[in-house]
């Protein structure tokens, strides 16, 4: 065991939390330093009544490790929870709900990276106020009683412009991501200002921080002094919890940072068996790789740093398609194996929540507007099948947490063998507690085959078992629960609890499929079945009852007697199974849509939960009241000994009809290409074209180009970086020249700046000695990332990098503009990734104020070629208070001719255009959605081509009565 935290005083605000914690666990008699074995080692949430061992609990905590788990004040903990952007949900109102769906999931942990280019606008200035309060963020994890990993980068790859890399940096002398000085210096700011925050915040002070880690996939172009730095760094600026890296991708990649210099104390491992082809959902199964088996380092736990848990849709497929990919078949298959061939006691899966590339965050070649990521939880916030899975998944890991964080791979000899060599099994046992897991699966990875077999057990004991199509189980054998003794089961657990003396134990298979279940008793005991079939019988001479049943709806069946303490289980399909939730204090509830928490006080249960539909709950436990959301509700007592109610659903929503083009107002945007346009406050860009050299970092940019005709001028040969999905549009004069597709990743060696070829733009006829103006618009879609640290790729230029007039002598003398103000953001509110050029955006036409310049005239469906036009309107959606409604724009089809950028209340929420993505829906962030009040569209429309504008729809996305 390597103890690496100290233990140091609590902030003063926690302790008062630590003194009612420790008066309430005194009363109800609980020995400090947590729940036994198998109770849930969940963290509790802070406004608990302390008896956990989470952030929350008190001071002084220690984080420690061995080959087996982590160790949170010597007891083992497996962590399991999933990675959550919250720049990606600029709305720190719903960070809460989204923590609070991941716990109601069963995780207890939430992976966070921390993105220094959103907070930096600028070399020495940095905001963590506002929708970048990542102060508040980790008190919200603490609050839901979420444990934290922390990923401050300083890159952190994610999709994201630059990688995470503020776009200044492209400025700053020295190789990205290594030990050069003019870096070093440069991310020291940062680490300097994130790990100020992040410190107080550890578990050793009382906080959510778990575990942190430095760098992301660093296994190419590596710098070891680099790594090395940045741990020297964390260490002097007060992180004591263990450090960890994720490892990507390849088992030939080197190093893995499990020593030598800059190791660190916990190398995890990425993995993303299933690649981000999403159009391919149908067909393709693991092609990157078999899942986690590796072991990185002998005395570290194996972390499951990012496992894959959706996809980017590199192929336009629709995130629909990433979450098929990912979906439940490919969770249980990859998921499950990870656990028992591994023997990972730590996981992350990437993405939980994807989230809104809101402004200019995406990385330009990868992502577009939405980063859903066909996760768990969609961009709306909503649950979805993949949920489900993980809900049953990550039940079972926290319920038998106590078994699963000490365990060995059993010999081979010791493994339940199948009598069909279809099917293959592997297990792993607890040294201490004697529980077997054994992983049930396909011999074939890809095997859609439906195959039976028995497992000999070796002493006797069989079990009949199938594995029909892409399925993977782990079954128990030997578990002990509660009172009870599990001696063999063909269902899986989801979870189980103690309640007013008696346990509870949730299973469950797929329906149709036969089950077995054994249980051990020292005489026989009484086997009602109270819902459902089930066959009982007793072998006096092992002490084994055995159930025999079809999977279907949900079987109950009470036992009592035996010698052991009662038990009511439940047998359960995967459908009936995923109704269910346990809330952190252990209560087990059927119903509703989401139960954010579940506590029984005195005789009243007390719900937090959220219903879509009208419907039944049953909470199991022996109070004889319920509450929900603060009211109380009618409820009964049933047979099983569950308190049950009928809850109603949201009421309708009926909102606006915004398509109308009679509701909106249109005034022409780009006044830049006339020839006599006021350019005189723009920079001077002769001595370089490349914008960030500018401060102009995001967004789109105009060019404005002068020159005196020498008469032998006939074409403009330009080259602009865009990134891709970029365009860039020319005027001459103020006529319209056309527009090319910009310049994207350069992956030559060496990298060239200048690709593709240039667009050639036919000039109008000049005489000689008369002045031209040429004018350009360039988008900047984001910039390239750094993932494999050759810093020539994210430093790429953006703008115009060429201009040349073939032929003529005459010089062009350049003047460019961007974002109002550059670096000293104008608007610091909404930060750097916001806005770019546009004369809108200058002037503030996209902010919910009336705009002071601009014709603004009734609007009509038709933009020109070679225009940008505004489109404003404003809209009440009046949405019923006590309910939580996710509301999106519905664009149709995207169209060829045009793109457009859409701000709701002057954020910038998307970009829509065929040549941008697939992207039809665009979420509107609840919280800068005024739910009640009056709202501001604003539509910037770029057109290329003469085209119609239609214009957008609003649609409910999601509609819950909530507490
Ligand atoms: C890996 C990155 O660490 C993460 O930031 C994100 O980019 C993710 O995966 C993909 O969405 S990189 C991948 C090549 C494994």
């Given at each position: 065991?390597?103890?690496?935290?100290?233990?140091?005083?609590?902030?003063?605000?926690r302790?008062l939390?630590?003194?009612?914690?420790l008066?309430?666990?005194?009363?109800?008699?609980?020995?400090?330093?947590g729940p036994?074995?198998?109770?849930?080692?969940?963290?509790?949430?802070?406004a608990?009544?302390?008896?956990?061992?989470?952030?929350?609990?008190?001071?002084?905590?220690?984080?420690?490790?061995?080959?087996y788990s982590?160790?949170?004040?010597?007891?083992?903990?497996?962590?399991?929870?999933?990675?959550?952007?919250?720049?990606?949900?600029?709305?720190?109102?719903t960070?809460?709900d989204v923590?609070?769906?991941?716990?109601?999931?069963?995780?207890?942990?939430?992976s966070?990276?921390?993105?220094?280019?959103?907070?930096?606008?600028?070399r020495g200035?940095?905001d963590?106020?506002?929708?970048?309060?990542?102060?508040?963020?980790?008190?919200?994890?603490?609050?839901?009683?979420?444990?934290?990993?922390?990923r401050p980068?300083?890159?952190?790859?994610?999709?994201?412009?630059?990688?995470?890399?503020?776009?200044w940096?492209?400025?700053?002398?020295?190789?990205?991501?290594?030990?050069?000085?003019?870096?070093?210096?440069a991310?020291?700011?940062?680490?300097?200002?994130?790990?100020?925050?992040i410190?107080?915040?550890?578990?050793?002070?009382?906080?959510?921080?778990?575990l942190?880690?430095?760098?992301?996939?660093?296994a190419?172009?590596?710098?070891?002094?680099?790594?090395?730095?940045?741990?020297d760094?964390?260490?002097?600026?007060g992180?004591d919890?263990?450090?960890?890296?994720?490892?990507?991708?390849?088992?030939?990649?080197?190093?893995?940072?499990?020593?030598?210099?800059?190791?660190?104390?916990?190398?995890?491992?990425?993995?993303?068996?299933?690649?981000f082809?999403?159009?391919?959902?149908?067909?393709?199964?693991?092609?990157?790789?078999?899942?986690?088996?590796?072991?990185?380092?002998?005395?570290?736990?194996?972390?499951?740093?990012?496992?894959?848990?959706?996809?980017i849709?590199?192929?336009?497929?629709?995130y629909?398609?990433?979450?098929?990919l990912t979906?439940?078949?490919?969770?249980?298959?990859?998921y499950?194996?990870?656990?028992?061939k591994?023997?990972?006691?730590?996981?992350?899966?990437?993405?939980?929540?994807?989230?809104t590339?809101?402004?200019?965050?995406?990385?330009?070649?990868?992502?577009?507007?939405?980063?859903d990521?066909?996760?768990?939880?969609?961009?709306?916030?909503?649950?979805?099948?993949?949920?489900?899975?993980?809900?049953?998944?990550?039940?079972?890991?926290?319920?038998?947490?106590?078994?699963?964080?000490?365990?060995?791979?059993?010999?081979?000899?010791?493994?339940?063998?199948?009598?069909n060599p279809?099917?293959e099994?592997?297990?792993?046992?607890?040294?201490?507690?004697?529980?077997?897991?054994?992983?049930?699966?396909?011999?074939?990875?890809?095997?859609?085959?439906?195959?039976?077999?028995?497992?000999?057990?070796?002493?006797g004991?069989?079990?009949?078992?199938r594995?029909?199509?892409?399925?993977?189980?782990?079954?128990?054998s030997?578990?002990?629960?509660?009172?009870?003794r599990?001696?063999?089961?063909?269902?899986?657990?989801?979870?189980?609890?103690r309640?007013?003396?008696?346990?509870?134990?949730?299973?469950?298979?797929?329906?149709?499929?036969?089950?077995r279940?054994?249980?051990?008793?020292g005489?026989?005991?009484?086997?009602?079945?109270?819902?459902?079939d089930?066959?009982?019988?007793?072998a006096?001479?092992r002490?084994?009852?055995?159930?025999?049943?079809?999977?279907e709806g949900?079987?109950?069946?009470?036992?009592?007697?035996?010698g052991?303490?009662?038990?009511?289980?439940?047998?359960?399909?995967?459908?009936?199974?995923?109704?269910?939730?346990?809330s952190?204090?252990?209560?087990?509830?059927r119903?509703?849509?989401?139960?954010?928490?579940?506590?029984?006080?005195?005789?009243t249960?007390?719900l937090?939960?959220?219903?879509?539909e009208?419907g039944?709950?049953e909470?199991?436990t022996?109070?004889?009241?319920?509450?929900?959301?603060?009211?109380?509700?009618r409820?009964?007592?049933?047979?099983?000994?569950?308190?049950?109610?009928?809850?109603?659903?949201?009421r309708?929503?009926?909102?606006?009809?915004?398509s109308?083009p009679?509701?909106?107002?249109q005034?022409?945007?780009?006044p830049?290409?006339?020839?006599?346009?006021?350019?005189s406050?723009?920079?001077d860009?002769?001595?370089?074209?490349?914008?960030?050299d500018h401060?102009?970092?995001?967004?789109?940019?105009?060019?404005?180009?002068?020159?005196?005709?020498?008469?032998?001028?006939?074409?403009?040969?330009?080259?602009?970086?865009?990134?891709?999905r970029?365009?860039y549009?020319?005027?001459?004069d103020?006529?319209?020249?056309g527009?090319?597709q910009?310049?994207?990743?350069?992956?030559s060696?060496?990298?060239?700046?200048?690709?593709?070829?240039?667009?050639?733009?036919?000039?109008?006829?000049?005489?000689?000695?008369?002045?031209v103006v040429?004018?350009?618009?360039?988008?900047?879609m984001?910039?390239?990332?750094?993932?494999?640290?050759?810093?020539?790729?994210?430093?790429?230029p953006?703008?115009?990098v060429?201009?040349?007039?073939?032929?003529?002598g005459?010089?062009?003398?350049?003047?460019?503009?961007?974002?109002?103000?550059g670096?000293d953001?104008?608007?610091?509110?909404?930060?750097p990734?916001?806005?770019?050029?546009?004369?809108?955006?200058?002037?503030?036409?996209?902010?919910?104020?009336p705009p002071a310049?601009?014709?603004?005239?009734?609007?009509?469906?038709?933009?020109?070629?070679?225009?940008v036009?505004?489109y404003?309107t404003?809209?009440?959606?009046?949405?019923?208070r006590?309910?939580?409604?996710?509301?999106?724009?519905?664009f149709?089809?995207?169209?060829?001719?045009?793109?457009l950028l859409?701000?709701?209340?002057?954020?910038?929420?998307?970009?829509?255009?065929?040549?941008?993505?697939?992207q039809?829906?665009?979420?509107?962030?609840?919280?800068?959605?005024?739910?009640?009040?009056?709202?501001?569209?604003?539509?910037?429309?770029?057109?290329?081509?003469?085209?119609?504008?239609?214009?957008?729809s609003?649609?409910?996305k999601g509609?819950h009565?909530?507490?």
């Amino acid at each position: 065991m390597h103890p690496h935290a100290t233990r140091r005083r609590a902030r003063p605000r926690r302790l008062l939390a630590t003194l009612l914690a420790l008066a309430a666990a005194a009363c109800l008699g609980l020995a400090p330093g947590g729940p036994s074995p198998d109770a849930a080692p969940a963290p509790a949430a802070r406004a608990d009544t302390g008896t956990g061992t989470g952030p929350g609990a008190g001071p002084g905590h220690t984080v420690s490790y061995d080959r087996y788990s982590l160790l949170i004040d010597g007891e083992r903990t497996l962590l399991q929870g999933a990675e959550f952007h919250y720049f990606r949900l600029p709305s720190p109102d719903t960070w809460r709900d989204v923590l609070e769906k991941y716990k109601a999931a069963g995780f207890n942990t939430v992976s966070l990276y921390f993105h220094w280019g959103y907070h930096s606008p600028k070399r020495g200035v940095y905001d963590f106020t506002g929708v970048r309060d990542v102060d508040r963020l980790l008190d919200v994890v603490e609050d839901v009683g979420l444990y934290a990993v922390v990923r401050p980068g300083p890159y952190i790859n994610a999709e994201t412009s630059g990688g995470g890399l503020p776009a200044w940096l492209k400025n700053v002398e020295g190789r990205a991501r290594s030990s050069d000085a003019g870096y070093t210096a440069a991310y020291r700011e940062w680490l300097t200002e994130i790990n100020r925050i992040i410190v107080p915040h550890q578990l050793t002070r009382g906080g959510p921080v778990v575990l942190y880690n430095v760098e992301n996939e660093y296994a190419q172009n590596t710098d070891a002094q680099y790594m090395q730095d940045l741990q020297d760094l964390a260490h002097a600026q007060g992180v004591d919890v263990p450090i960890t890296h994720n490892q990507c991708c390849q088992a030939s990649w080197t190093p893995t940072w499990a020593e030598g210099l800059g190791a660190v104390d916990i190398p995890g491992l990425d993995d993303y068996p299933q690649s981000f082809e999403c159009q391919d959902a149908d067909t393709v199964w693991g092609p990157w790789s078999d899942g986690i088996t590796r072991r990185l380092k002998d005395d570290a736990p194996v972390y499951a740093a990012e496992y894959q848990g959706g996809a980017i849709d590199l192929n336009n497929a629709g995130y629909e398609a990433c979450r098929q990919l990912t979906g439940p078949a490919y969770m249980k298959y990859f998921y499950k194996s990870n656990l028992i061939k591994s023997g990972a006691t730590l996981f992350s899966y990437y993405m939980g929540f994807g989230g809104t590339n809101w402004g200019y965050l995406a990385q330009p070649n990868d992502v577009y507007t939405s980063y859903d990521y066909g996760a768990m939880i969609t961009e709306d916030r909503q649950l979805t099948g993949k949920y489900d899975e993980f809900k049953l998944q990550s039940h079972f890991l926290r319920a038998a947490s106590g078994h699963l964080t000490e365990t060995d791979a059993a010999a081979p000899a010791e493994v339940p063998a199948p009598d069909n060599p279809a099917l293959e099994t592997a297990s792993r046992v607890n040294p201490r507690t004697g529980a077997r897991f054994t992983l049930l699966r396909h011999a074939d990875p890809p095997a859609t085959t439906d195959d039976s077999a028995v497992l000999d057990y070796g002493d006797g004991r069989r079990l009949p078992v199938r594995v029909d199509g892409r399925d993977a189980k782990v079954l128990l054998s030997d578990y002990p629960f509660g009172g009870q003794r599990l001696a063999l089961s063909s269902s899986e657990l989801m979870t189980h609890t103690r309640t007013g003396g008696r346990d509870v134990a949730l299973l469950y298979g797929r329906a149709g499929e036969a089950g077995r279940t054994v249980l051990e008793y020292g005489s026989r005991p009484k086997a009602e079945v109270l819902a459902g079939d089930a066959d009982v019988s007793y072998a006096r001479g092992r002490g084994e009852l055995t159930l025999d049943y079809v999977h279907e709806g949900l079987t109950r069946v009470r036992i009592t007697g035996g010698g052991r303490p009662p038990l009511l289980l439940l047998l359960g399909t995967d459908a009936t199974a995923a109704e269910f939730w346990q809330s952190a204090d252990g209560v087990l509830v059927r119903g509703t849509d989401l139960l954010r928490d579940a506590r029984v006080r005195g005789r009243t249960a007390r719900l937090r939960a959220d219903t879509g539909e009208p419907g039944r709950v049953e909470v199991f436990t022996d109070a004889r009241r319920m509450t929900v959301n603060g009211a109380p509700v009618r409820a009964r007592r049933t047979a099983s000994g569950s308190l049950t109610a009928f809850l109603p659903g949201p009421r309708p929503v009926r909102l606006p009809e915004l398509s109308e083009p009679a509701r909106w107002r249109q005034a022409a945007g780009a006044p830049e290409v006339a020839p006599r346009f006021d350019d005189s406050g723009w920079k001077d860009a002769d001595s370089t074209l490349h914008a960030d050299d500018h401060g102009f970092h995001h967004g789109s940019l105009w060019y404005r180009g002068r020159f005196t005709a020498t008469g032998d001028e006939t074409e403009l040969k330009l080259n602009a970086i865009t990134g891709r999905r970029g365009i860039y549009q020319v005027w001459a004069d103020g006529r319209y020249l056309g527009s090319a597709q910009g310049g994207v990743q350069a992956d030559s060696d060496p990298p060239v700046n200048e690709d593709p070829g240039p667009g050639t733009f036919t000039l109008p006829d000049a005489a000689p000695g008369e002045e031209v103006v040429v004018s350009v618009l360039v988008q900047n879609m984001g910039h390239n990332d750094d993932w494999i640290a050759d810093d020539t790729r994210f430093k790429q230029p953006r703008g115009l990098v060429r201009a040349e007039l073939p032929g003529s002598g005459a010089d062009i003398s350049w003047k460019i503009q961007g974002a109002r103000g550059g670096e000293d953001l104008a608007d610091r509110k909404r930060g750097p990734l916001n806005t770019g050029g546009l004369y809108g955006e200058r002037h503030g036409w996209h902010l919910p104020r009336p705009p002071a310049s601009g014709d603004w005239r009734r609007a009509g469906p038709d933009v020109a070629a070679g225009t940008v036009s505004w489109y404003r309107t404003s809209f009440r959606p009046g949405l019923p208070r006590g309910q939580d409604t996710a509301l999106a724009l519905r664009f149709g089809e995207p169209p060829a001719g045009h793109r457009l950028l859409m701000y709701l209340n002057g954020w910038n929420v998307g970009q829509y255009g065929a040549g941008v993505g697939p992207q039809r829906d665009f979420t509107l962030p609840a919280g800068l959605l005024r739910a009640d009040g009056r709202n501001t569209l604003a539509l910037a429309v770029v057109a290329e081509d003469d085209s119609v504008v239609r214009l957008p729809s609003l649609v409910v996305k999601g509609n819950h009565r909530t507490g």
